[in-house]
Each structure stands twice: as C-alpha cells, then as structure tokens.
Nanobody
Framework: QVQLVESGGGLVQAGGSLRLSCAAS????????MGWFRQAPQKEREFVAA????????TYADSVKGRFTISRDNAKNTVYLQMNRLKPDDTDVYYC??????????????????????WGQGTQVTVSS
C-alpha cells in the first residue's frame, strides 16, 4: 500500500505560480511511477504529468507542456508539480497517483488513470482571471 497526501493548492492570479507536493508513505515509493491528474466537476479525470521511478523520463499533457514541471525526491518520498504561467483553465482539483513500476523499467511512465493503483485525496487549484 502507498498513502499519498497532496498539498500546495490554493488561489492564484492568472500568470502566477504554484508548487504542488505529494508526500508518500508506505512501501517502495522509490520504485513507483508517479503521476499528476486533474479533474473538474462533471468531467473525467485528465492526465497532467508523469515521471518514471528513476526520474529519467517525464511526460506532460500538451496543455501544460512548457509551463509545468514534474519532479521527485526519492529520499523524501515526495513528488512535485511546479506550475508556472497559470491560466484560469488550469482551475481543477489536482490528484497525485502511484503505481509500482514494472520490473527492469526505469523509463516507464503511464498517462492513463486506469494504470494507477493509489491516489491522494486531491488539492484544489483555482486560477482567477
């Protein structure tokens, strides 16, 4: 089991920045693929970014590419999402997710929510225009 707790959400003006954190507890964080997703009411959960367990592979949704950066600190069992140049369209609840990486797969990432086994409770990000 992996328990995930997000923090760092809040209200920010368009053009501003926020850094989300996701603290993990439980077994084997350092060998988990980590992802960030977001979801608005009445909408499906949307992929934002993912990072391999080694940190060597990162992938982003087109809508956030060049503005958001995912990173991880395995020593601190934490994954981050740095969000810059925020837009009102980025307003959502942001969730982090974890999945044990396949064996011998330091570069694997997952972009679909169906592949993740563990989820945090979410943190609200609101961007005002």
């Amino acid at each position: 089991q992996v328990q995930l707790v997000e923090s760092g959400g809040g209200l920010v003006q368009a053009g501003g920045s926020l850094r989300l954190s996701c603290a993990a507890s439980g077994r084997s964080f350092s060998t988990n693929v980590m992802g960030w997703f977001r979801q608005a009411p009445q909408k499906e959960r949307e992929f934002v970014a993912a990072i391999s367990w080694s940190g060597g592979t990162r992938t982003y949704a087109d809508s956030v590419k060049g503005r958001f950066t995912i990173s991880r600190d395995n020593a601190k069992n934490t994954v981050y999402l740095q969000m810059n140049r925020l837009k009102p369209d980025d307003t959502d609840v942001y969730y982090c997710a974890a999945r044990q990486a396949p064996t011998n797969s330091a570069t694997v990432v997952f972009t679909s929510s169906i592949w993740y086994d563990f989820w945090g409770q979410g943190t609200q990000v609101t961007v005002s225009s």
